[in-house]
């Protein structure tokens, strides 16, 4: 009895640590994308990503893809993608997301878009993944109410590097706590 006992508590704790601990964070290779880094089925972050990598974002199981990009940055090519997404059957945002200047206007979108329902999991992108990774902050903060040191732990391991951008999403949360 007591052995038993035993084994249900070693194994009640077993799956709460695992509950209570992050989700693993894998680097699916995907051409035509880089740096991407997926938060388990959740979400991926990732950088540049061209039209011809949206049919595989829609095999991956992903049901949205939000990009970051400003249509003017060298490389984007917004409207290639948004007809390869239509065309893939998966739904596409474009939220142009100014690192140097962030906008909270930008940011209310984006957490409006990521929490409307079907839109999950989500590919997120920008030119390297820093804007897409300090979105997905942004919605660690807001919606699921992370403390900031555990979102921006996150938040880098998925791919930003910017102090500023922390700070913004830092900031924008103080003041957009849903």
């Avoid at 007591?2 to 601990?21: D, E, I, K, Y």
């Avoid at 962030?102 to 329902?117: G, S």
């Avoid at 903060?141 to 979102?151: G, I, R, S």
Wanted: neutral net charge.
């Amino acid at each position: 009895m007591v052995l038993r006992l035993s084994l249900v508590v070693l194994g009640m704790a077993f799956l709460g640590s695992r509950a209570a601990g992050a989700q693993q964070i894998t680097k699916p290779t995907i051409p035509g994308a880089i740096n991407v880094a997926q938060l388990e089925t959740t979400v991926a972050c990732g950088g540049a990503t061209k039209p011809e990598a949206v049919p595989e974002i829609k095999k991956l199981g992903f049901a949205s893809i939000i990009n970051l990009r400003q249509p003017t940055e060298n490389g984007a090519d917004v409207e290639g993608e948004a007809a390869a997404a239509k065309t893939a059957g998966i739904r596409f945002f474009n939220i142009p997301f100014n690192g140097q200047a962030p906008d909270p206007a930008v940011a209310d979108r984006f957490v409006e878009t990521i929490t409307t329902p079907g839109n999950e999991p989500a590919y997120i992108h920008c030119a390297a993944g820093n804007r897409a990774a300090a979105m997905w902050m942004i919605k660690r903060l807001v919606v699921d109410h992370w403390e900031a040191d555990k979102a921006a732990q996150e938040a880098q391991a998925l791919g930003m590097t910017s102090a500023t951008l922390k700070q913004f999403a830092v900031e924008y949360a103080k003041s957009h706590i849903r």
